[in-house]
């Protein structure tokens, strides 16, 4: 079996393009240093590289680098880095990582080497744990909402209003498409729910969230004739919030039961898992939800007429915030806000119908993140076009990948050009998302999917002129190319590149005319 020096872990919310940088820059800044490592991944497709118990107990140091849970219970008694995954995306933050792990393990000439002000051993911040048990939930709800929501937009093919039986472009598979990702769709808040509440509790915490998440979609159920809690009833839900405090509920309600069942005999450890755990846990957390459902609601609500009033004041200001959010970290906790509060949107929206007033807002609301996220990449890919001789021929190649990068909504493609020389090139993204947004709301485009793919935008509704919304931020592109490690320019004319001038080709002489 191979020892490894260093072993790692790496995991982000999508699993698709964060995870797999971090795994690379940890390789090299490994390399660099002349260290064998092994890293395992925590993507969409599940894990990879798995470690197992022998590498891990045979490693000096472990690296965690991740914003879900990856199982780092593993990895106890050793020394140990725990951080975000936007903290190793770099070969050089990813190299001072390693160089932190080691020191742990009391390397004078290591120790000397890494930066005096950070703790080695240090606990995790308040904030980081919150914001990883969160994006376990977002996730793992994130193919539902793929899924659901692409569906949907299938569906508006035949029409936008196909699965009416009543209307004029009825069709019955429009129908059933709309139906599947309608059910898709609203599993989206009880699969958050469950995660979250797993990536505390672990496995027991499942069913407190499930439920949590369910109660978060119906509400507390009230007889309209009676005003009393009516299980026939009908109740208003605090859908994407209430999932959010549901989930923390039910994770940290089963750590609390653990602790109150910790004196029961090992021999009924079967019964706590099985019986205990799941009743006690569903009780409580099932009666605090529909305890709070009231005031849920109202916070809900309040929360959607505080974003449409931003709608209302023009195109401008909500454009500026959904870009801004959107470029900032291209796939970090700013940028998932963005985008979990475009999905509660446009589940709602989905939810209220086509033709209502939450669901032009909704749709539209998604469509401006959706322009937001796949500009970065897209400004990347026209800059080394235009300006290919101020790149090197990595960011090149990296540019031409991020134009598929962009058409398939990963902003994180353009996370290594920024690394590189972050304060020219950040502003340069948020103004391009900013700018593409606040096109996208002035000419009114709809995007009833959750994830923006030449399949879904052939689904949209709106202005035809949708598309100009989103090249024309390609021109604010163009100073990106100043901002490369590469500043200097190559003279127009190189020593090794002059060359002795063609001889003209020799011709045949030309016959006279005689004359007499």
């Known amino acids: 079996m191979a020892k490894f020096d260093i072993i790692a872990a790496t995991g982000c919310p999508t699993g698709i393009a964060h995870t797999f940088m971090a795994k690379e820059a940890l390789e090299k800044a490994a ?10 991944t925590h993507g969409q497709v599940g894990v990879e590289n798995e470690l197992t118990k022998s590498e891990i107990a045979g490693a000096k140091a472990v690296v965690v680098a991740a914003d879900k849970d990856v199982q780092a219970e593993r990895f106890a008694g050793k ?13 050089e933050a990813a190299g001072k990582l390693i160089d932190r792990a080691l020191a742990a393990k009391g390397d004078d000439t290591v120790a000397a080497a890494a930066d005096v002000e950070d ?12 914001y990883k048990h969160l994006m376990n939930g977002v996730s793992h709800m994130l193919v539902f909402v793929v899924a659901g929501g692409v569906l949907t937009a299938i569906s508006f093919l035949w029409g936008i209003t196909s699965f009416d039986s009543t209307a004029a472009d009825y069709n019955s598979f429009a129908a059933m498409l709309k139906i599947i990702g309608g059910i898709a769709m609203n599993l989206m808040v009880p699969v958050l729910s469950a995660y979250i509440a797993e990536s505390i509790g672990k496995r027991p915490a499942l069913v407190p969230g499930f439920v949590a998440g369910m109660i978060a979609i119906q509400g507390l159920p009230v007889n309209a004739d009676t005003g009393m809690i009516d299980a026939g009833g009908a109740g208003v839900g605090f859908g994407f919030l209430g999932g959010i405090v549901g989930g923390f509920l039910a994770g940290y309600v089963i750590l609390l039961l653990e602790k109150v069942f910790s004196k029961i005999p090992a021999s009924l450890n079967g019964l706590k898992a099985i019986f205990l755990y799941p009743l006690c846990s569903t009780a409580i957390v099932g009666l605090v939800m529909l305890g709070i459902s009231g005031p849920m609601a109202a916070i809900n609500q309040g929360m959607m007429d505080f974003l449409q009033s931003l709608g209302n004041s023009g195109p401008v200001i909500l454009g500026l915030a959904i870009g801004c959010m959107c470029a900032f970290d291209m796939g ?34 998604m469509a401006a993140v959706s322009a937001a996220c796949i500009v970065p990449p897209l400004i990347t890919t026209f800059a080394v076009v235009v300006g290919k001789k101020y790149f090197s021929q990595e960011d090149h190649d990296a540019g031409i990948v991020n134009l598929i990068l962009g058409c398939t909504h990963i902003t994180e493609g353009a996370i290594p050009f920024m690394t590189k020389n972050i304060w020219p090139v950040m502003p340069i993204m948020m103004l391009g998302s900013s700018i593409a947004s606040i096109l996208t709301i002035f000419f009114n485009v709809h995007d009833p999917a959750p994830w923006s793919c030449p399949l879904s935008r052939t689904a949209r509704s709106g202005s035809s002129r949708s598309s100009s919304a989103l ?7 163009w100073p990106l190319r100043s901002t490369t490690l590469r500043r ?3 003279p127009l004319l190189q020593p090794s590149r002059l060359r002795p001038p063609r001889p003209l080709p020799s011709r045949p002489p030309r016959p006279r005319l005689l004359t007499s």
Request: proline letters at 3%.
């Open 31 to 40: 390399a660099e240093r002349g260290l064998t490592i092994k890293v395992e």
């Open 79 to 91: 020394p140990m880095v725990s951080v975000g995954v936007s903290k190793a995306l770099s070969v």
């Open 119 to 130: 703790e080695v051993e240090e606990k995790e911040s308040i904030g980081h744990v919150i």
């Open 332 to 365: 970090g906790p700013v940028n998932k806000a963005a985008y979990a509060t475009g999905t509660f949107l446009l589940g709602t929206a989905l939810e209220a119908g086509v033709g209502t007033e939450t669901y032009n807002f909704g749709t539209n609301f």
């Open 471 to 477: 090249w024309s931020v390609a021109s604010c592109s």
């Open 488 to 490: 200097t320019r190559r």
